[in-house]
Structure formats: C-alpha cells, structure tokens
C-alpha cells in the first residue's frame, strides 16, 4: 500500500509564499513521476506542476516562473516540494499530490494525496 502525504498548506496574503511538501511511503518499486494538482470550487482539477525520475518538469502557464517543483530522492525519500511564490488569489485551492509508481509486481499504479488548502487572501 503507497502513501502520498502533503504539508505545508495554510492561508497567506497575495504576494506571499508557501512551500507544500509530499512524501511517499511503502514498498515503492519505482516512482516515474511525481505531480501536483489543484482543485479550486467548483472547478475541475488541473495539473499545476510535474517532475519525471529523470528531473525534467513541466508547469502549467498559470503558475509558471512563481512556482517551482522539486524532489528529494536521496536515502528513498521519495519526497516532492512545490515551492510557489507571489502567490495570487487565484492561486487558491486543494492542492494535491499525484505520483506515477510501480510496487512489487504491478505496474501503473496511480497514487493520490489527501490534499491540503491553499488560501490567498489579504
């Protein structure tokens, strides 16, 4: 059994910063890819940022050059940061972590966090 768990969530003003973590847990064969979402109300989830095993990241127009993804693997951390900064109103939502894994024969494994609230508000 995987566990993806975030912290760092919180309420902040616009133009501040926050740094959500996500740490994975279990008997992880592999992790392809790690990824955070968001889901604002009432709107469907979207990808916000992706890193691949190998470092390469891809961001979503909307948050990029304020926010920046990153991973720990040393010592199988498996442990994933998203670093956003001049963060907007419009920033404001869940925030989830995703990662793309594989266990001890099975393939594909698709792992979700439980979220954690992201508030931008003065």
């Known amino acids: 059994q995987v566990q993806l768990v975030e912290s760092g969530g919180g309420l902040v003003q616009p133009g501040g910063s926050l740094r959500l973590s996500c740490a994975a847990s279990g008997i992880i064969s592999s992790i392809y890819a790690m990824a955070w979402y968001r889901q604002a109300p009432g709107e469907q989830r979207e990808l916000v940022a992706r890193?691949?095993?190998?470092?390469?990241?891809?961001?979503a127009d909307s948050v990029r050059g304020r926010f920046t993804i990153s991973r720990d693997n040393a010592n199988a951390k498996n442990t994933v940061y998203l670093q956003m900064n001049s963060l907007k109103p419009e920033d404001t939502a869940v925030y989830y972590c995703?990662?793309?894994?594989?266990?001890?024969?099975?393939?594909?494994?698709?792992?979700w966090g439980q979220g954690t609230q992201v508030t931008v508000s003065s």
């Open positions: 995703n990662a793309a894994l594989s266990l001890p024969g099975v393939s594909g494994v698709n792992s």
């Open positions: 890193i691949t095993s190998g470092g390469t990241t891809n961001y």
